[in-house]
């Protein structure tokens, strides 16, 4: 399984970027394909996670009303629009996915399985 992330960039405050994640190897069938970010000096944190089955998302707290996940099942491709960006999203963001996740889990990037390389954003401000 590979995860092949892009769409970051440079973008002022208040801007937009849609981030991608594109996954081969597997289909998202049972799936749960999440989004974390890692600014310098941080812990990895969860940004936000689709449940394929159902289409159930999950949001940090920090980013529920401007981010939106969701997946393109015929492309296998799962995306984060960001909105309202602010100068402290600026992260490494990851896509990680996992096909025997619970739902406890969810938030908690070690328990997934597989990751993608990250894509990096920059809010200026």
């Known amino acids: 399984v590979q995860l092949q992330a892009s769409g970051g960039g440079l973008v002022q405050a208040g801007g937009s970027l849609r981030l991608s994640c594109v996954v081969s190897?597997?289909?998202?069938?049972?799936?749960?394909m999440g989004w974390f970010r890692q600014a310098p000096g941080t812990e990895r944190e969860f940004v936000a996670a689709?449940?394929?089955?159902?289409?159930?998302?999950y949001y940090a707290d920090s980013v529920k009303g401007r981010f939106t996940i969701s997946s393109d099942n015929a492309k296998n491709t799962v995306y984060l629009q960001m909105t309202s960006l602010k100068p402290e999203d600026t992260a490494v963001y990851y896509c990680?996915?996992?096909?025997?996740?619970?739902?406890?889990?969810?938030?908690?990037?070690?328990?997934?399985?597989?990751w993608g390389q990250g894509t990096l954003v920059t809010v200026s401000s």
């Open positions: 689709i449940k394929r089955n159902g289409g159930y998302t």
């Open positions: 190897g597997r289909t998202f069938r049972n799936s749960v």
């Open positions: 990680a996915g996992d096909w025997n996740m619970i739902q406890s889990s969810i938030r908690t990037s070690r328990d997934y399985d597989y």
